[in-house]
């Protein structure tokens, strides 16, 4: 059995219920987190470019192994509109036995990559003089 420090939770800020619904679901699917929650609406607080600003966001906890941190982590950023989601991965520092069984029995990733999303045109430079 694996001790709680080898899994972690993770959460991911999202601008809509959709969007951490799908992350959820794509994370579970590819065997990267074990369970994935939703919560929100919420506001986030926050500065952004030298200025503090707030916006109705969602909350995806995902629930996972240490080792499936990078892999989820890029699963988010291809799918993920902000310039600079959260993602933040906390460790466990305890879990029942039977439940910490059941998370390392549920995250095992599969060796599917997630698609990438696709990228708009870029737009022209604005050019200074």
């Not at 959709?18 to 929100?40: H, I, N, P, T």
């Not at 600079?84 to 520092?93: D, E, H, N, S, Y």
Request: net charge positive; glycine share 6%.
């Amino acid at each position: 059995m694996k001790t709680s420090n080898s899994f972690a939770t993770v959460w991911v800020t999202v601008p809509n219920r959709a969007l951490g619904r799908s992350l959820g679901r794509q994370a579970v699917e590819a065997g990267l987190a074990a369970c994935a929650q939703v919560s929100g609406p919420l506001e986030s607080i926050y500065r952004w470019q030298g200025t503090v600003e707030s916006a109705r966001e969602w909350l995806l906890v995902l629930k996972t192994r240490t080792r499936c941190l990078k892999a989820l982590e890029a699963l988010v950023l291809v799918h993920h509109p902000y310039d600079t989601p959260q993602f933040i991965a906390l460790p466990l520092l305890g879990g029942s036995p039977k439940y910490l069984a059941w998370l390392a029995a549920s995250a095992r990733p599969t060796t599917t990559r997630p698609t990438p999303r696709p990228k708009e045109p870029a737009k022209p430079a604005k050019r200074t003089r």
